[in-house]
């Protein structure tokens, strides 16, 4: 397994608390929900007081703070009072997402718009850009680039296929389990293998990029859970964001954060080599529009 640290970000609280949620202790959740739900009130509790209204101990609340990155509470609290103070008008602008009946499709649109605004802003929060930069080396230099991915995720690993595909990379995309199975397990050393899960615990997924990195593949999880099934198999991790209310579905956020990371790794990758990638799309475009 991956001795992979996930750089958690202090000054992002809030969103990191909601991609770690998932494999939090019931404890750490009691926490997790109050301070979500209430983070003007905690610079007002001392932990004693905080230990009180979520029934959890005082060492618990601290192993929650040194979970998000921090040393202790007192730290976890400052940090926080700041971040609530820089964001005064997020909680109305995320309520603001709600579609209601009295809503023309103009207003809807802002809606749309701001909501997609807040899961990019989530994404850039928990994105560790050292990482990124280190995963578009990689793959500017490797052979063999796949992409695993069931469901919605199956339906952005093979977008980015044809992305990648358009500027002159050997990349392939496998959305079925047994074919996901088949490639993994004759994976050469040194390719790349990217497993996209948005939860972090498909099994299909999970089992493929294991397979491959047992294989001598060089594995990435493209992700919202960064302490999932996943990652225990990743060598890199880039966690993507969730922000998404009613007006969004379950997979609109999801789609958009999974493509924000995508593209910021594609731009990565055009920027390192411009010409040889202009050049490329451009024999790629005119395949595409010769009809003779």
Known sequence: MSNYHVQIKAGNIIDTIGCLYNSLTPSSKRIADYVVLNPTQISKHSIANLSQIVNAGDATIIRFCRT?????????????AIEVSNFQGREKE????YVTPEDNAEMIGHKLKTAIESVLSETMNLLDFQCLESVAEILKDTKAIYFFGVGSSGLTAESAKHKFMRI?????????????YIKSSLIHAGDVAIGISHSGSSIETTKALRLAKENGAVTIAI???????????SDYVLVNGNQQGQLQGDSIGTKISQFFVLDLIYTLLVQHDITGAKTNKLKTTEALCNKS
Do not use: C
Request: aromatic share 18%; proline share 2%.
């Open 68 to 80: 998000l990155g921090f040393k202790g509470y007192q730290d976890f609290k400052m940090e926080l």
């Open 94 to 97: 995320i309520f603001d997402t």
């Open 168 to 180: 002159g990379l050997n990349v392939d995309a496998f959305t079925n389990n047994h074919f996901m």
């Open 223 to 233: 992700t919202h859970n960064p302490r999932s099934d996943i990652t225990k198999f």
